[in-house]
């Protein structure tokens, strides 16, 4: 079976740092998806992780360790626009599937 | 590069009543994706086309919902009849797994927000 798990709301304040967790379980494993979703819009592209380890971009991180099934996405110098859903994702092995965790919904306070 | 289109960008019918979304991708994608997303969920994917083949309908009701890809091109999704089960935003993503990247990023349009009353 496929399950992907991640916390269904955080709430940070503007300023400070977040760390959105996402754990999953799948058959076949190709690389792992945060996308960003604002309320009412389109899920857009943040990150791709398909090796162990940290990868930078901005003001958003995103880890990846294959051998736990663990993958979190840091956002820096939270900004009141970062308030949105943010999706994990796994891009599975043959057939170009992506499976969707059902997102964390990140509330940025003043 | 224009983004992947798709009309209308809200229906509300009654249930039992048919509909119809219809998706135009970004140019050259050979992969297109029909996402069910039901309020506060991931999206759920209902059918994947390769060119103007099916790959993946596993999650397709099929006693109610049907979808083509007529010349590889442009797709339609079809709901009939509809259930009040089926009030949701439904999707259109596209991609190109032999694009620049190695990974199959998917670029996703609007949604179509369907309210079945």
């Known amino acids: 079976g496929q399950n992907i798990d991640q916390p269904t709301e955080m709430t940070a304040t503007e300023g400070a740092i977040v760390q959105i967790n996402c754990t999953y379980q799948?058959?076949?494993?190709?690389?792992l998806f945060w996308y960003q979703q604002h309320a009412g819009e389109a899920p857009t592209f943040l990150s791709y992780?398909?090796?162990?380890g940290l990868e930078e971009k901005g003001r958003f991180s995103s880890f990846l360790s294959r051998s736990k099934g663990y993958s979190y996405l840091l956002l820096k110098e939270l900004q009141m626009k970062d308030s949105a859903s943010y999706l994990c994702a796994v891009y599975l092995t043959g057939g170009f599937k992506t499976i969707f965790g059902a997102g964390t919904r990140l509330f940025v306070k003043a | 590069e224009a983004g992947v289109a798709q009309s209308p960008r809200y229906k509300i019918i009654e249930k039992r009543q048919s509909v119809a979304f219809w998706c135009n991708p970004i140019s050259g994608h050979a992969t297109l994706y029909w996402y069910q997303q039901i309020l506060g969920q991931g999206p759920k994917l209902l059918i994947q086309?390769?060119?103007?083949?099916?790959?993946?309908d596993s999650q397709l009701p099929k006693d109610r919902f049907s979808a083509e890809r007529l010349k590889g091109v442009d797709s339609t999704l079809k709901i009939q009849p509809a259930k009040l089960e089926d009030s949701a935003v439904y999707l259109c993503?596209?991609?190109?797994?032999?694009?620049?990247?190695?990974?199959?990023?998917?670029?996703f349009g609007p949604g179509t927000r369907l309210t079945v009353l």
């Open positions: 086309f390769q060119n103007n083949g099916v790959v993946d």
């Open positions: 992780n398909v090796l162990d």
């Open positions: 993503a596209s991609s190109s797994p032999s694009g620049t990247h190695s990974y199959n990023e998917q670029f």
């Open positions: 799948t058959s076949g494993f190709n690389g």
